[in-house]
């Protein structure tokens, strides 16, 4: 189902003369829509006159099913949210539990969430820069971004003894401690990050093709980005400083010294470069906190079957795609009573409609990809 | 291939053409067997896992296996996620745009029998062998990259028990246990 044409309708613009319109549909399967998404694209000639995103492809009824399973039972289902950063969905879903239990979470756990979840973060984001390149025909790119990934992965493996679905946060703290050895191979890793971006943004940023196909397209203003309650780099793509870590800043993070990028033009070419340099300011985050931790347990003391106080409780954190928040009603007994999850990616996504018009088809796929949408989280 | 599948029948009736067509079959399944393009039907996580493999460290290039999604040129459909009630009719309708012979592999809990979602989801469909001819199943949540390239050596050792005379009748009809017009292409406005 590439692309088809599925009507050829005669139209008038606003003087009354008619237009030849031709809409277009791409996907659900289009290996330039990041998963399962279709889009109907109006197209006069080559320019996207209205760009319609269609979801659901994935829907797969997580928040319904939460409701069966026991507080515990759930985590596994937030790791198949955001498949692309497992980690994320994890810790908002614990966070929340823990604020409707009342929940502790150890020091170390903290500090351990922190690293994994800045792994996932330059995971994530190699993922997002990868896919954008590949968009714009660069697929060595893809090769060098997912080099990177991969060696995250392998970590977190070596971890959690899982490559993609980690189930490594947990209420009350984490899963498991480091194994023996991780400590450094991860310093390695974060002190062999930075040459590595910057041979990305040489590579890549640096190029002029890239700049030819990204710079100036699907150009987003800082009051639209708000205004559709966008987050995460495609926000702060548009100059909108807004980082939870710093503004709402949970766990461990104040305790760290780093930037939040910002890009101003808030076109495509921003949006990617946003997400490289947080990266880098995330391998740093990770340095530090490899210094600052301490040794000590890594779990409180949490029963099995968490049955907390009848009420309510929403927390969010900064996921690689913006305010990932999770929000649980409890009625008292050992299942949520319903569970929301308010997806970035979801609000990203709903951007589409507002950049693509006025650029060609193939700066649509471009324009796509630089929302970064994973449909796991969209569709839920 | 229908040119090729009367061919076999033809040579299954002359005499000694036996031999021809065991000669024939060797060659074909050779070369069918080492050159499979796949379509990566990728819908949920496992897609993850299914761009790994085809990346450098794991590269099932190697194999002979190489990404490429468009149906017309594929021999083998990689199902690498949850597929759901609003995403199969796209995905049969992509199965049907392959030209025989192809092959599916099942990539996945999901794929192969909903997984996770498989108890109480209401709209996961439980397995993708409800609708598509399965050759190889890989489970796990997800695979790992090695298990698909184990899948697509497995599925070469299928393909070389396979003769062009027999016809892959057990192919051709699957209709969707569900409710779903094919040509819309599933749901949408
Ligand atoms: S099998 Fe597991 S990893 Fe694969 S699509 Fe299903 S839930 Fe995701």
Redo the contacts with the bound molecule.
């Keep these: 189902m590439t692309l088809t044409v599925e009507s050829r309708q005669r139209v008038t613009d606003a003087r009354g003369s008619a237009i030849d319109e031709l809409v277009v549909n791409v996907g659900p399967s289009h290996p330039s829509t990041h998963g399962v998404c279709r889009v109907i694209a109006h197209l006069e000639g080559e320019i996207v006159t209205k760009a319609d995103p269609v979801i659901g492809y994935l829907h797969?009824g997580i928040e319904k099913m939460a409701e069966n399973r026991t507080y515990l039972q759930v985590v596994p289902l937030t790791?198949?949210l955001d498949?692309v950063g497992s980690m994320y969905a994890n810790w908002a879903y614990c966070r929340s539990v823990e604020r409707l239990a009342g929940i502790t979470v150890p020091e170390r756990a903290e500090y351990l969430r922190v690293i994994t979840c800045e792994l996932q973060r330059i995971a994530s984001h190699m993922m997002a820069i990868g896919s954008s390149a590949a968009d714009t025909g660069a697929s060595t790119m893809f090769l060098y971004a997912f080099e990177v990934r991969e060696r995250i992965i392998e970590m977190f493996e070596e971890l959690c003894g899982s490559r993609?679905?980690y189930n490594y946060v947990r209420p009350g703290g984490v899963s498991f401690d480091l194994p023996e050895g991780w400590v450094d191979l991860c310093r390695t890793f974060c002190e062999g990050l930075t040459d590595k971006l910057a041979e990305m943004d040489r590579l890549f940023f640096g190029n002029v093709i890239t700049r030819g196909r990204m710079k100036g397209v699907g150009v987003l203003s800082a009051e639209d980005a708000v205004g559709w309650g966008a987050s995460g780099p495609v926000a702060r793509g548009s100059g909108v400083d807004w980082d939870l870590r710093k503004d709402d800043a949970y766990s461990v993070y104040p305790r760290f010294d780093f930037e939040v990028p910002l890009g101003d033009a808030g076109d495509c070419y921003d949006r990617a470069r946003v997400r490289l340099f947080e990266s880098y300011e995330s391998g740093t985050i990770v340095m530090q906190a490899l210094e600052q931790m301490e040794p000590g347990p890594v779990n409180a003391p949490v029963s099995r079957l968490i049955a907390p106080r009848a009420g309510e409780a929403y927390d969010h954190i900064e996921s690689a795609r913006g305010s990932l928040g999770v929000y649980l009603v409890s009625d008292g007994s050992p299942r949520p009573y319903r569970m929301k999850v308010r997806s970035p990616a979801f609000c990203n996504l709903a951007l589409l409609k507002v950049l693509a018009p006025g650029h060609t088809l193939s700066d649509l796929v471009v324009i796509l990809g630089s929302l970064d949408p994973v449909f796991?989280e969209v569709d839920r | 291939m229908a040119f090729v599948d009367s061919l076999g029948s033809a040579l299954e009736r002359a005499p000694g053409g036996g031999i021809v067509l065991t000669s024939i079959d060797a060659l074909m399944d050779w070369s069918r067997g080492h050159s499979l393009w796949a379509m990566p039907m990728g819908?949920?996580?496992?897609?993850?896992?299914l761009i790994a493999a085809s990346f450098s460290k794991f590269d099932f290039d190697r194999l002979g296996t190489f990404p490429r999604p468009d149906p017309r040129h594929v021999d083998v459909m990689v199902v690498?996620?949850?597929v759901t009630t609003k995403m199969a009719p796209a995905v049969k309708r992509l199965w049907e745009q392959m030209p025989d012979p192809k092959w599916c592999i099942a990539?996945?809990?999901?794929?192969?029998s909903g997984?996770?979602?498989y108890y109480d989801s209401y709209s996961v469909v439980r397995g993708v062998d409800e609708f598509l001819p399965v050759d190889v199943y890989i489970c796990?949540?997800?695979?790992r990259p090695e298990s698909l390239m184990d899948a697509v050596i497995q599925l070469r050792a299928r393909i070389a028990t396979e003769s062009i005379g027999s016809t892959t009748e057990h192919r051709a009809k699957y209709i969707l246990p569900f409710d779903a017009d094919p040509s819309q292409g599933g749901g949408g406005e």
């Design positions: 797969r790791d198949r498949y993609l679905t796991g | 819908t949920a996580c496992c897609a993850m896992e690498a996620g949850t990539m996945g809990n999901c794929a192969v997984g996770i979602f796990g949540c997800p695979p």
